[in-house]
């Protein structure tokens, strides 16, 4: 049976993730082994994006990405407030989908344990190589590191852009790349890298110039995501 792709409108948006509305934003990731266990996981959320109205309070988007070596899924949810994650999150009567309220959707069942974080947007770096309106972004790098704690995540983040600066310039003007957006975790224990970028190739040699040795002192922590859909209240 073939699976369901996301509606027009839900494909072609895009969540604003340096949102001021946005509070806190909660970050899973899914194991699914296989690009068929993949898109199951995937479409199961996107039934629930689909329906808003059933949304736990607090909640405002829900996107999707599928990650390009097909087996895993990241789910990015906002929310308004911290309160209303921490009630949603208490109420829950399934672990899975955190945040997200999927328990009974059989779908939703990765290969693996799901993992979620919660994080608030600390900064945003845009690229000035594209022209307004700015094009949609079709791939997004995603790499998460680990911190002693919030202040040491700052100021490990301020450097690494300020380094950048030196040895790149400041105006950024990467071929392809829209925007850099820079989280850290409620807790100070991690850091979320959530990169836009118009096409994969770009993204590639976005990461092979500027983040490969970031990524390798770390573990190659990073994936390379594509969108699925988002879904807004």
């Given at each position: 049976?073939?699976?369901?792709?996301?509606?027009?409108?839900?494909?072609a948006?895009?969540p604003?993730?340096?949102?001021?509305?946005?509070?806190?934003?909660?970050v899973?990731?899914?194991?699914?082994?296989?690009?068929?266990?993949?898109r199951?996981?995937a479409e199961?959320?996107?039934?629930?994006?689909?329906?808003?109205?059933a949304w736990?309070?607090?909640?405002t988007?829900?996107?999707?990405?599928?990650?390009?070596q097909?087996?895993?899924?990241?789910?990015y949810?906002?929310?308004?407030?911290?309160q209303?994650?921490?009630?949603?999150?208490?109420?829950?009567?399934?672990p899975?989908?955190?945040?997200?309220?999927?328990?009974?959707?059989e779908?939703?069942?990765?290969?693996?344990?799901?993992?979620?974080?919660?994080?608030?947007?600390?900064?945003?770096?845009r690229g000035t190589?594209l022209t307004?309106p700015?094009?949609v972004?079709?791939?997004?790098?995603?790499?998460?590191?680990?911190?002693?704690?919030?202040?040491?995540?700052?100021?490990?983040?301020?450097?690494?852009?300020?380094?950048?600066?030196?040895?790149?310039?400041?105006?950024?003007?990467?071929?392809?790349?829209?925007?850099?957006?820079?989280?850290i975790s409620l807790d100070g224990?991690?850091?979320?890298?959530?990169?836009?970028c118009?096409t994969?190739?770009?993204?590639?040699?976005?990461?092979?110039?500027?983040?490969a040795?970031?990524?390798?002192?770390f573990?190659?922590?990073?994936?390379?995501?594509?969108?699925?859909?988002?879904?807004v209240?």
């Amino acid at each position: 049976m073939p699976h369901p792709s996301p509606t027009t409108a839900a494909a072609a948006a895009r969540p604003a993730l340096d949102s001021p509305d946005s509070a806190v934003a909660l970050v899973t990731t899914v194991p699914a082994a296989g690009p068929d266990r993949q898109r199951a996981v995937a479409e199961a959320v996107a039934r629930h994006g689909e329906d808003a109205d059933a949304w736990p309070r607090g909640l405002t988007s829900l996107t999707v990405y599928l990650d390009e070596q097909e087996d895993t899924v990241l789910i990015y949810t906002q929310w308004s407030s911290e309160q209303d994650l921490d009630l949603d999150l208490d109420l829950a009567e399934a672990p899975w989908p955190i945040g997200v309220g999927l328990g009974a959707d059989e779908g939703a069942v990765g290969s693996g344990e799901a993992t979620a974080t919660a994080f608030r947007h600390y900064r945003t770096v845009r690229g000035t190589a594209l022209t307004e309106p700015a094009p949609v972004p079709e791939s997004f790098p995603v790499a998460f590191f680990d911190t002693a704690d919030e202040d040491a995540a700052r100021t490990w983040l301020d450097g690494l852009l300020t380094s950048e600066e030196r040895s790149e310039g400041e105006d950024r003007a990467y071929p392809g790349a829209v925007a850099a957006h820079l989280h850290i975790s409620l807790d100070g224990t991690k850091v979320l890298s959530f990169s836009e970028c118009l096409t994969e190739d770009q993204a590639v040699a976005h990461i092979e110039a500027v983040w490969a040795p970031v990524l390798e002192e770390f573990g190659d922590t990073g994936r390379l995501y594509r969108h699925f859909g988002t879904y807004v209240r």
